[in-house]
């Protein structure tokens, strides 16, 4: 049984950083590529970033290109998501995803195998 936890959600202040962690068991971690996709209230889940099972090369919607950094540890079955400079509009559930095909880079929904259950993500007033 493929389960997908993600933590470290939380309210954060503008411009400051917050980490998530997905936590990744029943399926050989090593030999896929992840993703991580966020959804607002009211809008449609987006692709956020993507990193290779392979490879150093990364993937990240515009809208977070240099203020994100998504990385991994095989040894541990995780994958990470580093947020810094915070906006507002990043206020949303966050969620960790495995590819339909386990080498391939899913930058829609439509590419995911398996989605975590979601971790909150929420800038404070």
């Known amino acids: 049984q493929v389960q997908l936890v993600e933590s470290g959600g939380g309210l954060v202040q503008a411009g400051g950083p917050l980490r998530l962690s997905c936590a990744a068991s029943?399926?050989?971690?090593?030999?896929?590529?992840w993703g991580w996709f966020r959804q607002a209230p009211g809008k449609e889940r987006e692709f956020v970033a993507a990193?290779?099972?392979?490879?150093?090369?990364?993937y990240y919607a515009d809208s977070v290109n240099g203020r994100f950094t998504i990385s991994r540890d095989n040894a541990k079955n995780t994958v990470y998501l580093q947020m810094n400079n915070w906006k507002r509009e990043g206020t949303a559930g966050y969620y960790c995803?495995?590819?339909?095909?386990?080498?391939?880079?899913?930058?829609?929904?439509?590419?995911?195998?398996?989605w975590g259950q979601g971790t909150q993500g929420t800038v404070s007033s």
């Open positions: 995803a495995a590819p339909r095909v386990h080498h391939s880079i899913a930058t829609s929904s439509a590419g995911v195998g398996c």
């Open positions: 990193i290779p099972w392979l490879g150093s090369q990364l």
């Open positions: 029943g399926l050989p971690f090593s030999n896929y590529a």
